[in-house]
């Protein structure tokens, strides 16, 4: 206090002192004045305004400045990003291997064999004769074997086909085959079925099929046969519907002699007349929509053996045909059933 009650602040005499305190009065004044701005605190309550987004960065209760940034990241610990051009970037996988490209001069080298060391197999149909077909083929790529039997069905054939000598069964159906030769099954004796429907066939050699001990069913409908060839005695079914067969074609006693013939149809023909004697094994025989007008006493049964009864003949059929069957009563009575057919 001075002599007239004034404050008068203390100042040290020393003039290091007096620098001190000065120093340490600016510092005191400047943290004083920068707390007390309002818009400051404003920004660090509310965040930095729009424009500001980069001058301001926080971190916990820090205001960092881009000038600062650089005390807390060292930058110069990261070098500038490679340029790798067109390399492939490697990735392991734990389950699965990628393939790694590899140069020429490294790639695996697999050594040439000698020419004479290489054998080509050729193609081969077991059990084809050396002769080709019509095409000029093997038979079985024009046509289909499997196992024992061959399929010919539609394959536009003129000719039978040479076939192998375990075939079974024949299927030549829808062709163009117009003649059947004395050879053409030469050697099939384990041959049980032809089935040559819907060709052209107008003749077939007496010898076609007499040496084919195994045939047994013989198929032959909607073709131009005029006349049936020897037939081979185990036959047991046989097809001829559908030609231009008469009774002038057939030779005497043709059937007779097959003791196992069952089936014999003989429908949508030019037969004039009843085929007889008939096998005492026939069991359904077919005549319908032929030209027959008469029969005789003995076209089913034995005249001279009133006891005499053909048992398994039972399907007779008549129908298609001008007989008038009431005429003829004497020729069924060994037979189970009536002919079908007119009795008016």
């Not at 000029?136 to 000719?159: K, W």
């Not at 053996?305 to 298609?320: A, S, T």
């Not at 008038?324 to 020729?331: G, K, R, T, V």
């Amino acid at each position: 206090m001075d002599i007239n009650g004034m404050y008068t602040p203390f100042l040290p005499q020393n003039p290091m002192r007096l620098l001190a305190f000065l120093c340490l009065l600016t510092l005191v004044l400047h943290e004083a004045g920068t707390a007390s701005l309002p818009g400051e605190r404003k920004r660090e309550e509310h965040g930095p305004e729009e424009g500001d987004t980069y001058e301001f960065l926080h971190a916990g209760n820090y205001a960092l400045s881009l000038e600062d940034y650089g005390e807390v990241i060292d930058l110069s610990s990261y070098e500038e990003p490679a340029d790798y051009g067109d390399q492939i970037s490697e990735a392991k996988v734990d389950s699965l291997t990628l393939p790694t490209r590899t140069s020429p001069s490294q790639s695996t080298v697999v050594p040439k064999m000698p020419s004479s060391n290489l054998t080509v197999p050729r193609p081969t149909t077991t059990g084809l004769p050396n002769v080709q077909g019509s095409h000029g083929l093997p038979t079985c790529l024009v046509c289909v074997c499997l196992g024992s039997s061959v399929y010919c069905d539609d394959a536009d054939l003129e000719n039978i086909p040479p076939l192998p000598r375990m075939t079974t069964y024949l299927y030549a159906r829808f062709n163009h085959i117009s003649h059947i030769q004395a050879g053409d099954f030469k050697g099939l004796t384990k041959l049980k079925r032809i089935d040559l429907s819907s060709n052209s066939i107008s003749s077939i050699h007496n010898d076609a099929f007499r040496l084919l001990p195994a045939l047994q069913d013989l198929i032959l409908p909607e073709n131009q046969l005029a006349a049936l060839p020897v037939l081979p005695s185990g036959l047991e079914f046989l097809d001829v519907r559908l030609n231009r067969l008469q009774s002038s074609g057939i030779q005497p006693e043709a059937f007779v002699a097959l003791e196992r013939l069952q089936f014999l149809y003989l429908a949508d023909n030019l037969l004039d007349s009843i085929p007889g004697p008939l096998p005492l094994s026939l069991c359904s025989l077919h005549l319908q929509n032929n030209m027959i007008e008469t029969m005789g006493r003995d076209a089913f049964c034995d005249t001279g053996e009133r006891r005499h009864e053909r048992r398994r003949l039972e399907d007779i059929r008549l129908d298609g045909n001008p007989i008038n069957l009431s005429l003829f009563p004497e020729a069924y009575f060994c037979l189970p059933r009536l002919p079908v057919g007119r009795y008016t």
